[in-house]
């Protein structure tokens, strides 16, 4: 650090000031382009369920039980269109989740976004071309679809966990900041002078903008009292940056891009359906509005063009402008760096071994400079400059065995064997709760035929029916945004979110379950957008955010992928089972999967608002070195551990 003279204004020191409000809070435009990936897969995804009318009207046929001329096997048209995308993302979440963890984040991304792009292209030439042969079409849409979905399965753990880890870069840059700044304020006192003009200095350089420009600017005026002078800096920026922790703000940020997808899709066929409408007077002199077969076609075409363009912008700037994950490559590096050192020590105690036994050196140690010559060679081997032979296949052996004190890190199955028996339990919870959570929120899906018919009367027409969509989809974007703004706040942080949107989804399903029928019509509009709502600023905000925390780097996409696959099996064995009980149970079955999911995150989830994950870090690779009980850190404090752990963790206190 360079000296600071105690005469000069800190800002014309501190060279990259200017730059701090950047390096600090993430742009809304970075965010936006972070999120477009999920904008575009939610766009397209569920633009399956908006344009079935469109669908229905065109190809009657084909959804018709009893009517197999056209297609052979009627009704399954939509089935297989839906059966094949949702499997396409349970596979995408899993495989490409596991594969994030190798590839890394940045060529996962472009993985995804290539699959997405040429799914989406797939069925805006489907529309194009097979439109008149809906034998044809929908089998070859289901392909298409199945590829789409391998490509939004695996943007949901790749999202998430960059998301995540360029929080925690940013986290980590602004408090080397603050270090810096204690550092500086201690060099103008000390440089300062002695005295009072020690602190006279610092006030002057207090009041010039010394605070201001790092990013505190509400920062009270410093007294000039040694004592006070360090602690009250200290205290204020500590709470700053409190205040500036956003890791999960960004995560929601970038999910809220989904709402956003569904939102626009359903805004766009409306507006395309209230322009393209036609009227005409029935026998009855009524006017009536209908909807010719070109100008559906020209809808359907038009909004799965639009989705591909996005997609295929999306992939095209990734693989420009898409840089690494800071915290992924940090994470490589050092584990190659340890794995390296491993195998360094266990040659050293070869050649110790081999020279006690033998009596002479058969073997040496190359220096580091001598690895750097030997490694230009062949695997045979090579010649160092004492002329000693160095055997590169002997170091290279040791990189692949187990040392004295722990395991080897290419060992994956032994290492996810590790990740089960330390992390089993917050994997099963976020996979139960992901899956009861879209279970539930079936419901919602399930309510909405008895909103519509509320809100636009029997005999809606299209327009009427995407319009309500619109609607719908905007109370719920509202409630991304909501969860956003207060998920970063310890008093509310990620467990309480979660319970109580379990809670208030729940009590919501029971009672359209148990008053349905009694409810007047205001109600149930109410109660509808009370689900929508409460149900997005909670669980299905929290159930995307909490996988990509509470696990290691290292294992965090995988993680997060089976918990997000488990969530799309839920809403498959839901659209199965729901088709074999009454509305009435429909709806009490989603709110007793709310409440179950309540309790399995109170037993099974920790609180990591206010956890730095270079912790969770820190504790994986000592698991892994077979020293997990030499960690001591914040992640072993109670509070950011889940019921479970805090009462394992007092049972293993009591045996010992």
Not at 470 to 493: K, R, T
Not at 522 to 534: A, D, E, N, P, R
Not at 607 to 631: A, M, N, P, S, V
Request: proline fraction near 4%.
């Amino acid at each position: 650090m360079t000296d600071v003279d105690p005469t000069t204004p800190y800002h014309q020191t501190h060279e990259d000031t200017n730059n701090s409000t950047t390096d600090d809070i993430s742009s809304t435009s970075t965010t936006l382009w972070h999120g477009l990936g999920l904008f575009g897969e939610s766009y397209l995804l569920f633009s399956i369920g908006t344009l079935k009318p469109l669908w229905t009207t065109l190809y009657p046929s084909c959804f018709d039980e009893r009517d197999d001329t056209v297609c052979p096997r009627p009704y399954l048209s939509y089935k297989s269109i839906t059966y094949s995308v949702v499997s396409g993302v349970i596979l995408g979440m899993i495989l490409l989740g596991t594969l994030g963890n190798t590839l890394g984040r940045r060529r996962g991304s472009i993985l995804t976004a290539s699959l997405l792009a040429a799914g989406s292209l797939g069925m805006t030439a489907c529309s194009l071309v097979l439109s008149s042969w809906p034998s044809i079409l929908f089998p070859a849409m289901s392909v298409c679809l199945f590829v789409f979905g391998v490509g939004v399965g695996g943007e949901y753990p790749l999202s998430a966990s960059s998301a995540s880890e360029r929080a925690m870069a940013a986290m980590r840059r602004r408090r080397e900041r603050e270090v810096g700044l204690h550092e500086r304020v201690q060099r103008l006192l000390v440089d300062g002078g002695a005295g009072e003009r020690g602190w006279q200095t610092l006030h002057a350089n207090e009041k010039l903008g010394v605070i201001e420009e790092c990013g505190a600017s509400d920062l009270p005026e410093i007294p000039l009292s040694p004592t006070n002078v360090t602690r009250g800096t200290r205290n204020s920026l500590h709470s700053q940056n409190e205040r500036l922790r956003t890791r999960g703000r960004e995560v929601l940020m970038v999910f809220s891009m989904q709402g956003a997808g569904i939102f626009a899709n359903s805004l766009l066929l409306t507006f395309l359906l209230m322009i393209t409408r036609r009227r005409a007077v029935n026998d009855d002199n009524e006017v009536v509005e209908y909807y010719d077969t070109a100008t559906l076609l020209a809808v359907w075409r038009i909004t799965y063009a639009t989705g591909a363009m996005i997609l295929v912008y999306v992939l095209v700037s990734r693989i420009n402008h898409l840089t690494e994950s800071e915290v992924w490559a940090q994470d490589q590096e050092r584990r190659r760096e340890e794995q390296q050192l491993r195998s360094m020590e266990a040659y050293e105690g070869l050649v110790t071994n081999n020279n006690t036994n033998d009596g002479e050196s058969s073997l040496i140690l190359p220096s580091m400079s001598q690895i750097t010559l030997g490694s230009q060679f062949d695997g045979l081997g090579s010649t160092n400059l004492d002329g000693c032979k160095i055997v590169p296949a002997v170091v290279e052996s040791m990189v692949q065995t187990t040392n004295s004190n722990g395991l080897d890190r290419d060992a994956n199955p032994l290492k996810v064997a590790l990740l089960l028996q330390h992390y089993g339990v917050r994997l099963f919870g976020t996979s139960l709760t992901w899956l009861l959570w879209d279970i539930a929120f079936y419901g919602n899906k399930l309510f909405q035929s008895s909103f519509l018919i509320v809100l636009t009367g029997e005999d809606a027409s299209l327009m009427d029916i995407t319009g309500a969509s619109a609607i719908n989809a905007f109370v719920a974007l509202l409630g991304y945004y909501v969860a956003a703004a207060i998920i970063d706040d310890p008093d509310v942080g990620r467990l309480t979110l979660q319970q109580i949107g379990f809670i208030i989804t729940g009590t919501l399903f029971l009672l359209c379950g148990c008053l349905s029928d009694r409810l007047p019509s205001t109600w149930l509009v109410i109660i509808y957008f009370g689900s929508s709502f409460f149900g997005q600023c909670g669980p299905n905000c929290t159930t995307f955010l909490i996988p990509a925390e509470i696990f290691p780097t290292e294992m965090r996409t995988m993680c997060h992928g089976i918990s997000a696959s488990a969530g799309k099996l839920g809403a498959l064995i839901a659209s199965i089972l729901f088709n074999f009980i009454s509305e009435k149970h429909l709806f009490l079955f989603s709110g007793y999967a709310s409440f179950i999911a309540c309790c399995i995150t109170f037993i099974t989830i920790p609180e990591t608002t206010t956890l730095d994950l270079y912790e969770i870090d820190k504790q994986w690779r000592l698991i892994l070195d077979g020293r997990k009980f030499d960690y001591e850190g914040p992640a072993n404090d109670p509070k950011h551990l889940s019921f479970y752990e805090r009462n394992q963790n007092e049972l293993c206190c009591r045996k010992e």
